[in-house]
């Protein structure tokens, strides 16, 4: 099975996560599962040179979700940040990379 095949798994967690987001009710800790198993499938595609549409989906809608709600949703109001995470994944895939790569408050030498 290659990567970049359908996870039903990240269908799963993201209907649990934007899903329920669309219907004004924001799950933190679902959106954190979400994150993760990004992260993890992230490890797997980061030598791909073709990622899943499913997967950019997943971000770009988490991302743009949390924002969106957050203008009149305190619950996505008060963590705009894990959108900022989202989007900061979708930047490290395509530059190949997972989020193992970049520890924070360590200087990266190339």
């Known amino acids: 099975?290659?990567?970049?095949?359908?996870?039903?798994?990240?269908?799963?967690?993201?209907e649990k996560s934007v899903g329920q987001l669309m219907t004004d009710y924001f799950d933190a800790a679902a959106f954190e599962a979400?994150?993760?198993h990004l992260c993890s499938k992230s490890e797997l595609i980061k030598a791909e040179h073709v990622i899943s549409k499913q997967v950019l989906h997943s971000l770009l809608s988490a991302q743009q979700?949390?924002?969106?709600?957050?203008s009149y949703m305190p619950a996505a109001r008060q963590?705009?940040?894990?959108?900022r995470k989202f989007a900061s994944l979708l930047g490290l895939i395509a530059i190949g990379e997972d989020c193992n790569d970049r520890v924070p408050g360590v200087p990266r030498i190339i």
């Open 1 to 14: 099975m290659s990567p970049s095949d359908f996870d039903i798994e990240l269908k799963d967690l993201y």
């Open 34 to 36: 979400l994150y993760h």
């Open 65 to 70: 979700t949390i924002e969106g709600r957050a």
């Open 79 to 83: 963590h705009l940040e894990m959108a």
